[in-house]
């Protein structure tokens, strides 16, 4: 039983029993058994354990939960109601509480707008700096500071509509095979089936020749088809000729029907704003270009903003531009040196990625326009000091993104560009110069994608952080984080619920006693790695000259049938080669069209990026190729761990093959949660309804109809082995290899889950609740149970993240077993213990950004270990020693 009411954060009470404790007792969230446990304040808290043990439960479920609870509380006691709703987290009582900020990792889709600017607010910053202290152009009133935001219409450019892009099709684009007839689909942005078809007929009418190859129609004729805007309606004689169509008219023949014509263009553009269907909408959106706005070349600002200089650079240029160049360049004005401000040196400072993408479309150069000296010499005191002030907020914020690995970022970039980690790197970067005191930050694997080179900036800035008289409350796999947090908070000692137990809680050296804990084993006793097989390659796979992001004509050799580990810090060019070119040229020389799982922007097709360089060497070794991303398996909550490895579709069989199923004549369809027929109406299946609320963000809520069951009382009468579909979907991985243990199509997927450390998942948890690292190990446990036939080269990308040391043992087990069967894995790793077990080694950098992107060390791990140069080697030597 709950106390009426939480105790206030800051009763008399606690301060007896322990000040500076903030104390759980009775917490029994998701896995947690009944636990209790005294965590000091202003410390650096690492919760450890392994994956699915419970660290995340306890410390966002629980201790986060309750903050924000009484947050809502204090600040909207109206939202009582809501709260009620969102639930309460299972727990007695926390006393000692802080209020509580979580820095967690992203999971869903974000906001393609957002940037690294608007994540960080420096964009607002920046903004204000040009509006103040920018250099006008003669007789330019002073613009506001949201006229220098292409997400307003009062700073929009007006050509493009702030997106930089403007979206078009061209005669390639929707011919692309010109060699074709018109009845042999020269179009290929037609619409498909009956209305393409209907288009040509009316085209026979108009007495057009729709038998000769494109290329060979009069470009007039090309350019109408095409192009033109007319929708004339003619008579359709269904399946005539040219010449039957006149007779036919002559003789005044009642015609099939009468058609209206479309030209290609005008149907692309009008299907793609239009269209309902999300397929439709990707079909054409195949025939559209993306290219730079010819108006603000891609800046997205109208002409006034681009026109206002600071440091001699436009906002377009600035935002372009990597934060280490910014910051060089700001730092003289933020210390009272305005030669550059006026001069507008700095201009010869890069060239941004949208200059060169400009040359390489046009062929010529062009320039950034230089300042006018003339109009901002005479640069007022009072504007010297405003530039001065806004430069020096500017130059500190940036200091902090540097520190923490991120120079080689610029403003623009987008942040569904970004990898969780250098997302949640930002927003802690951003905590820190807003910097609060007295709160607890609730961080979650803050390490994730950082190379030990990277972390040492990490580690001061959680300090800094505590030093504020903060609390610093992480989950954590990095051991070395451990070995520096004050406290341990070890959970346990295994997943789901063989876990939920707190094994320790105290100084980090005392949990060397706790025999029962996986974390002791690896932070004590170094647990030795499996020494590197050292297998000698089956062959050679060769990129050549390749050009993306900053990888300027890199070539590499892949060794084929061993297993590969990438490493070099956070920004040098990993995931460019290995996650990027290497999948898409490979997809390309198999026949598949590059991989787009890109969704459709509401505003635009994607602008696709395109890898330079071609692949050499052993290429027809290869005979699929895997990429298993951190993606999430699904978008929305409707797909999930049963629907993503298709064992729901056993499951449903096995409901609908019920007596009781039969006899009411329910399909397999019933018991999906997509089918109208057998979900709850009021939720139509989503299980949780969405409370939108004034000033504060939309919550979800359970559904009241169906308490999240997502179907019917009707459908839930349905059983099977005495249980009905909602609960079956409530299982977890383990539970179900019981349950459906007699059968096999649903077992036997089940299995693979359980082997990859997944066992603790439930079957239905939504897609979008589960963590990069966790989909990306569904993905690996789907290729498994058909991973028999070899010769398939399998791409992961850091898939240690989210898992303890125990786990990621587990999970090289089956990578080795994947090599084992003929198979080649290459992995960007960071983790060294893994990086230490690979056949070869291949080390990027070495630096980040403009100053990475080239190999520095390939061979055998322990030939990167004394490579000199390589930020990895001395990591990797420590490993091995
Ligand atoms: P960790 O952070 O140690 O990896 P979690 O706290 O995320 O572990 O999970 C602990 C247990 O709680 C697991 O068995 C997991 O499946 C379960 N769990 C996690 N989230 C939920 C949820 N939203 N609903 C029910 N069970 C959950
Ligand atoms: P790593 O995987 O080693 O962390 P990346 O390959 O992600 O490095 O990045 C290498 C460089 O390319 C960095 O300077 C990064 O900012 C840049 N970059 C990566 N992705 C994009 C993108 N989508 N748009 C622009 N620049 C990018
Ligand atoms: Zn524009
Ligand atoms: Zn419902």
């Not at 983790?831 to 070869?840: G, T």
Request: charged fraction near 20%; hydrophobic fraction near 40%.
């Amino acid at each position: 039983t709950k106390p009426s009411g939480p105790a206030p954060a800051h009763s008399l009470g606690h301060h007896a029993i322990g000040s500076g404790f903030v104390q759980v007792r009775g917490a029994r969230e998701h896995n947690l058994k009944d636990v209790d446990v005294s965590i000091p304040r202003d410390a650096l808290v690492v919760f450890s354990g392994v994956s699915g043990s419970g660290k995340s439960s306890l410390a966002f479920g629980t201790i986060y939960a309750e903050a924000q609870r009484r947050y809502f509380e204090s600040v909207a006691p109206y939202a009582r109601r809501l709260i009620d709703q969102m639930g309460v987290p299972d727990v007695d009582a926390i006393d000692g509480l802080p209020p509580a900020v979580a820095l967690q990792q992203q999971r869903g889709a974000s906001n393609a707008r957002s940037s690294v600017g608007s994540v960080t607010t420096l964009s607002s910053l920046v903004r204000l700096m040009y509006s103040r202290a920018g250099t006008y152009p003669a007789q330019q009133p002073m613009l506001y500071a949201e006229d220098f935001s292409p997400n307003t219409p009062q700073g929009a450019c007006p050509a493009c509509h702030g997106l930089g892009y403007v979206y078009d099709v061209t005669e390639a684009t929707m011919v692309p095979d010109p060699s074709l007839s018109l009845r042999e689909r020269a179009i290929a942005a037609w619409p498909p089936a009956w209305h393409g078809q209907n288009l040509r007929d009316i085209l026979v009418t108009l007495g057009y020749d729709i038998d000769r190859p494109w290329k060979d129609l009069p470009k007039k004729d090309r350019d109408w088809i095409l192009f033109t805007e007319e929708t004339p309606t003619v008579p359709v004689y269904a399946g005539f000729t040219s010449a039957e169509v006149r007779a036919a008219r002559r003789r005044k023949m009642e015609p099939s029907y009468m058609g209206t014509f479309t030209g290609a263009r005008r149907y692309v553009l009008h299907t793609f704003a239009h269209t309902q269907s999300l397929l439709m909408k990707k079909r054409v959106s195949r025939f559209m270009q993306g290219k730079l706005c010819p108006a603000c070349h891609g800046k997205r600002l109208k002409p006034e903003a681009l026109s206002v200089r600071f440091a001699g650079l436009d906002i377009g240029d600035l935002s372009q531009m990597p934060l280490d160049q910014v910051s060089a360049l700001l730092e003289p004005i933020a210390k009272g040196d305005f030669s550059a401000h006026v001069a507008g040196m700095g201009i010869n400072g890069g060239v941004t990625r949208r200059d060169r993408a400009e040359r390489a479309a046009s062929g010529r150069a062009t320039h950034a326009a230089a300042p006018d000296v003339r109009r901002t010499s005479a640069l007022s005191e009072e504007k010297r000091l405003a530039a001065q002030r806004l430069a020096e907020g500017v130059v500190a914020r940036l200091r902090t993104l540097q520190h923490l690995g991120l120079g080689y970022l610029t403003l623009e970039r987008a942040t569904p560009t970004l990898s969780s980690g250098e997302l949640q790197r930002l927003r802690l970067a951003t905590q820190l110069s807003a910097m609060l005191f007295g709160v607890v930050y609730v961080l979650d694997e803050p390490s994730a994608g950082l190379h030990p080179a990277d972390s040492q900036a990490l580690y001061d800035a959680l300090d800094t952080l505590r030093g504020a008289g903060n609390s610093v409350f992480v989950v954590e796999h990095d051991l070395e984080l451990m070995r520096r947090a004050q406290w341990l908070v070890d959970v346990g000692p295994d997943a789901g619920e063989r876990g939920g137990r707190i094994l320790y809680s105290g100084a980090p050296a005392g949990l060397r006693e706790i025999a029962e804990s996986h974390t002791a084993r690896y932070l004590f006793d170094e647990v030795p790695a499996q020494p590197s097989r050292g297998r000698e390659p089956s062959g050679w796979l060769v990129l050549k000259e390749i050009r993306r992001h900053n990888l300027q004509g890199v070539d590499a050799r892949i060794p084929l049938g061993v297993l590969t580990a990438v490493t070099g810090i956070s920004g040098s060019g990993k995931s460019s080669l290995i996650a990027q070119a290497l999948p898409e040229l490979m997809l390309l020389h198999l026949g598949h069209e590059p991989e787009d799982d890109s969704e459709v922007a509401s505003e635009g097709p994607a602008v696709i990026e395109t890898t330079g360089g071609h692949l050499a060497g052993d290429v027809d070794a290869v005979q699929r190729l895997v990429h298993v991303d951190q993606k999430p398996i699904g978008r929305t909550p409707r797909s999930n761990l049963a629907t993503y490895t298709g064992l729901f579709d056993h499951v449903r069989k096995l409901f609908a093959a019920t007596p009781v199923a039969r006899r009411r004549g329910y399909g397999a369809g019933r018991f999906s949660f997509n089918v109208a027929k057998g979900r709850c109406e009021t939720c139509e299946g989503e299980g949780f309804v969405s409370v939108e609320l004034l000033f504060m963000p939309s919550v979800y809520a359970p559904c009241p109809t169906c308490h999240g069951a997502r179907y019917n009382e009707a459908t839930l009468k349905v059983l099977w082995k005495g249980r009905n579909i909602a609960q079956v979907l409530q299982m977890t991985v383990e539970e179900a290899c019981d349950f459906f243990s007699e059968e096999m199509a649903v077992s036997r997927p089940l299995q693979w889950l359980r082997e990859i450390g997944l066992g603790y998942l439930r079957l239905g948890q939504p897609a979008t609740e589960l963590s990069g690292g966790e989909a990306q190990r569904i993905k690996l446990a789907t290729e498994l149970q058909r991973s028999q036939r070899g010769r398939t080269l399998y791409v992961l990308d850091e898939p240690t993240t989210g898992l303890h040391a125990a786990d990621a043992d587990q999970l090289m087990v089956q990578l080795q077993r994947l090599v084992d069967m003929g198979n080649t894995v290459v992995m960007i790793e960071h983790d060294m213990r893994m990086v230490a077990q690979a056949d070869w080694v291949i080390d990027i950098g070495p630096g980040a950004g403009a100053a990475g992107g080239r190999l520095v060390a390939t061979g055998l791990p322990q030939t990167v270990a004394r490579a000199s140069g390589s930020r990895t080697a001395s990591y990797l030597a420590a490993q091995l020693a």
